[in-house]
């Protein structure tokens, strides 16, 4: 089951030994100044195996699960990364080391949320998580009970689609971006369509009116049902040459393990830092939308034949060219000689498989007629 929230919980782990010696472990916690809004954050620092430190980090007003983020350590400087909402921590660690101060950085204001090292009968509690739901049989079709959609606040940056239990929202997503995410398209298979389609912002929370956990599918084809009434949206579909990626089976073969996981439950695939995508219960398909909607810059075509979902993780460096669709900016390549290779050979490396720039036929989605969504 896939749960996310704003920005939050991810193990991960910090880099080298300890700050001016001192111990940092244990809870910290402290208020996340969202406009009129205080966000409580927790993070419980622990030692890792091997050596080293890694924290955990929840929002427990939203939830007591979330999105994975990853933490560098430089002197006094702690930073987190949560790279699925283009969101950045940077605080500096005091010096008794009892204190963060820092700003939460998603989009072009700095929200300050300072940190305090706190005891176990302080710390505030963590929710408990959510009872796993009973799946929603496989031939229901449902559609949105209630469905909020209002403008964003212009100065959020980054977007997210969010499932927390049976509660779906969006964060800063246009049309274009619902329309990708219910279809299954990169943004290059949408013809046609009026300019506020990309321009306009929308934050969307739903809750569907079967019982029971929906599937990836379904979740999908009820924002395919809720863009039709309340954004009026009609379209026909075509075939068009572009520009795709196909990934392919390199020549030595796959190297890829067999998922154990539920064969009708959620896939995984929720990125731990730019270039770093632990993939759980996926099949090709969901690895190749994965790879169009987030990392690449054009349409990703399945062309491995391979049937199944499969665990496995991926590691390379970024370039320039890549992260577009999270809106994030690629820091410059490291120039460390140990940093991973570039993305078309981890993926032979790692992966036995080859990211082939070519052109094909795709399906593209063209806009007939769209119109800003109705009233809540």
């Known amino acids: 089951m896939k749960k996310s929230v704003l920005w939050i919980a991810a193990l991960a782990v910090l880099s080298g030994g300890a700050l001016f010696a001192q111990d940092i472990t244990g809870t910290w916690q402290g208020a996340l100044q969202a406009g009129k809004q205080e966000l409580r954050t927790v993070v419980k620092i622990s030692k890792a195996d091997g050596g080293g430190l890694k924290a955990v980090v929840y929002s427990i007003d939203q939830s007591g699960q979330g999105v994975a983020g990853t933490i560098t350590l430089q002197g006094s400087t702690v930073r987190i990364l949560v790279p699925s909402i283009s969101g950045t921590y940077e605080g500096k660690l005091s010096a008794d080391g009892t204190s963060i101060a820092g700003n939460w950085t998603q989009g072009a204001s700095p929200m300050p949320v300072n940190l305090k090292h706190v005891t176990d009968e302080t710390a505030w509690p963590i929710p408990e998580p959510p009872v796993r739901l009973k799946p929603m049989p496989a031939d229901a079709s449902p559609a949105f009970e209630v469905a909020t959609i209002k403008p964003s606040n212009p100065e959020t940056g980054g977007r997210g689609f969010l499932v927390r239990g049976r509660n779906f929202s969006t964060i800063n997503t246009s049309v274009s971006d619902l329309i990708t995410f219910a279809y299954g398209l990169h943004a290059r298979q949408i013809a046609g369509g009026p300019a ?3 321009s306009e912002k929308y934050d969307l929370n739903a809750k569907p009116e079967s019982e029971g956990q929906p599937t990836d599918k379904q979740w999908k084809g009820m924002v395919q049902k809720l ?3 309340r954004f009026k949206l009609t379209f026909h579909r075509d075939q068009k040459e572009l520009s795709v990626f196909a990934i392919v089976i390199a020549k030595n073969g796959p190297k890829l393990t067999a998922s154990a996981g539920d064969p009708n439950g959620l896939p995984a695939l929720f990125f731990r830092g730019l270039g770093v995508l632990p993939v759980r219960n996926a099949t090709m398909a969901d690895f190749a939308g994965v790879m169009q909607r987030a990392v690449l810059d054009r349409p990703v075509v399945d062309q491995t ?17 890549q992260f577009g669709g999270l809106g994030v900016r690629v820091p410059a390549p490291s120039d460390d000689p140990a940093a991973p290779p570039d993305l078309f050979t981890a993926m032979q490396e790692q992966l036995g498989l080859k990211l082939q720039p070519t052109k094909a036929p795709v399906e593209v989605l063209v806009i007939d007629h769209v119109e800003k969504p109705s009233e809540n």
């Open 227 to 229: 863009l039709a009434d």
């Open 196 to 198: 506020w389609l990309e």
């Open 305 to 321: 034949g391979l049937p199944g979902r499969f665990d496995f993780e991926l590691k390379w460096t970024p370039d320039e060219t």
